[in-house]
Structures are given as C-alpha cells and as structure tokens.
C-alpha cells in the first residue's frame, strides 16, 4: 500500500506522520506532501527534535503536493478538513482513497453514511420549500419559514456532528516545542491506529 500524508508546508505534521508510519509499518510505502510547500525546504526545528527524541532522526526536505504523487497513492491522509476540501477542489481524486488522518481512523461508517443522508434531505426540503414558497413570500418571511420547518432536520444534524470526533490535527507552526511535542503524541496515536487498520485489511479481516 503507498500512503501519502498532507499537511500545509510539509515542515511539520505530514513529516512526522510520514517517520512514525515508516517506524511502525515498514512494509507500507510512505510519502508526504504540503499544498502550499516550497521545495526542498529542510523541516523546522522543533520537528526535526521532537522526531529525534523518538528516535527518529530524518533528513526530509519539503514537497510540493503533484498530480504523481496523488495517483501514486493507494490513501491519501490529510491534517484537516481543510487540506482534505483543497486537495478535493484542486484536483480529481477517487473520494475513496481520500481522508483526513482521524476520519479514516476513527470514524463509523454507519455514522458517515446517516450524516450524509441527513445532509442529502435536508437541501432536498429546503430546496421544495424555496420552490414551494418563493413567489408567496418575502425574503424575510422566507427566511424565518426555513428556519422554521427545517429546525427539525438541523437539530438531527447537529446531534450526530457532535457525536463525531474532532477530525483535524492543529498545525504547532510557530509555537513552542511543548506544542510540538503534543502534535507528534496526537499523530503517534493515530498512526497506531491506522497501523491496525492496515493489518486488518491486509490480514482479511
């Protein structure tokens, strides 16, 4: 499996995503890339020393993300829902193989499946009403008629969002090693994770 970590400069999270997978999983292809990386950037500081105090010394240099190195991935991870959104607008990506690093592994796909459903009904409603109603009211009314029928609907919503987890990875860019440090123990926990995951799926189970 070639899997691709993405993060915005390629200096911080995506590297050590990148070392901690290759230590943990070394029969797994591993790659990362930045949206916004210059190329061949040496890592910060303080990612270079905190990957150091696992053992993990590393003389990565930034990359830029490229059409390549999306099509040589099997699984694309991400830092946050908003790397993921950029990558998904910027360029044709199978939605299979595109995640951000916790959606992927912590995620039930049960949950995913109902919120898009959710999600689907509710701009099918809104859009009736709209067609329903906009010649028989005013923008305001309208607006306060939406609010109205769909309040149902966006509770529903909001009620599994907030069972999901938190699925974006702070970026520690500019801050003290401390941060630093609390990025790589977050991502580590993830990467066992999704080490897991991998031998699940390869073990056939």
């Not at 990362?32 to 040496?42: H, L, Q, R, Y």
């Not at 946050?80 to 299979?96: G, R």
């Not at 898009?116 to 009314?141: S, T, V």
């Amino acid at each position: 499996m070639n899997i691709l970590f993405v993060c915005t400069g390629n200096t911080c999270r995506s590297p050590m995503a990148e070392a901690l997978l290759k230590k943990q999983a070394p029969h797994v292809e591993v790659k990362s890339a930045g949206i916004f990386a210059g190329k061949g950037e040496p890592l910060v500081e303080e990612t270079i020393e905190v990957l150091n105090e696992k053992g993990l010394g590393t003389e990565a240099r930034s990359t830029p993300i490229s059409r390549d190195l999306l099509d040589w991935a099997d699984l694309i991870l991400t830092m946050t829902e908003h790397h993921k959104q950029t990558l998904a607008l910027q360029f044709t990506i199978n939605e299979d193989k595109l995640f951000t690093l916790k959606e992927y592994v912590l995620t039930n796909d049960d949950d995913w499946e109902t919120l898009k459903g959710l999600y689907a009904d509710f701009e099918d409603r809104r859009a009736m009403i709209i067609r329903d109603q906009k010649d028989a009211m005013d923008e305001d009314k309208l607006e306060q008629h939406l609010r109205k029928e769909l309040q149902d609907p966006i509770e529903r919503i909001q009620k599994l969002e907030n069972k999901l987890p938190n699925l974006n990875i702070s970026d520690p860019f500019g801050r003290d090693i401390v941060v630093y440090r609390d990025s790589r123990d977050e991502i580590e926990q993830h990467i066992k994770l999704l080490v897991e995951k991998i031998d699940n799926h390869e073990n056939g189970s």
